[in-house]
């Protein structure tokens, strides 16, 4: 599953707007719900789930995570490009797609192969700078996964993600498809920057949980639960 793809990783300037920054502390972020009241409708939509509950999902219960694994060399260069190319992005996200409202892409194909995706929340670039460590944190809503799909993985260190229990690695052209609702946090010390496509998705639900993640999903602020 993090079979290495063997090529060497493109070259991402860097930038000070890269630079680690203060990074927000605590569950769930972006959503003024008690939790209490949100431990509670996570247990309702992981009863109504048809798919695993844990930490870290296998990705064959995903099909359409074999198309992003085809074309990551493309979206790779599209990546890179694009973060090469102009102003990097606030807060070390760079949004592709999103339900709110499609943003305009600075990666076309990208774009194109994404669009496909059942059940698609949002697209982004989420880039780990050197020396960074995310602190623990809480996704909004288990009503949502999250896949990322490794673009540009250092290799002179380690770049790693604990999730729940299980800890992981990125490797180029690979995806790894989690449940960021466990507690979650993410290191880079190695000495570039790690890449990944971080794709947000619909889990398969049957009811009440369904009817209760479509709710959530409107609920302000969950946009603002954004990780890098």
């Not at 999903?217 to 890098?228: N, V, W």
């Amino acid at each position: 599953m993090w079979r290495d793809s063997g090529a060497l990783a493109p070259t991402v300037p860097q930038s000070p707007a890269l630079a680690p920054s203060p990074e927000p502390q605590g569950p769930s972020r972006g959503l003024d719900i008690p939790a209490g009241l949100r431990r509670r409708i996570d247990r309702v939509i992981a009863a109504s789930s048809l798919v695993a509950t844990g930490p870290v999902l296998d990705m064959r219960e995903f099909a359409w995570t074999a198309l992003l694994r085809d074309h990551w060399r493309t979206i790779r260069d599209e990546a890179v490009t694009a973060l090469s190319g102009g102003p990097q992005p606030a807060g070390r996200v760079l949004t592709l797609w999103s339900r709110d409202g499609d943003t305009p892409a600075p990666c076309p194909q990208t774009h194109r192969i994404v669009s496909t995706i059942p059940g698609l929340d949002s697209a982004a670039l989420a880039i780990l700078p050197p020396g960074v460590h995310h602190a623990i944190r809480r996704g909004a809503t288990k009503g949502l996964i999250t896949c990322h799909l490794g673009l540009v993985v250092p290799r002179d260190g380690d770049v790693r993600m604990r999730v729940g229990d299980r800890v992981v690695r990125w490797s180029e052209g690979e995806t790894l498809v989690f449940d960021d609702t466990y507690d979650h946090e993410v290191w880079n010390e190695a000495s570039g920057t790690r890449i990944v496509l971080r794709i947000r998705f619909d889990r398969p639900l049957r009811n009440p949980g369904k009817w209760v993640a479509d709710r959530v999903r409107r609920l302000p602020g969950l946009r603002s639960a954004d990780e890098a």
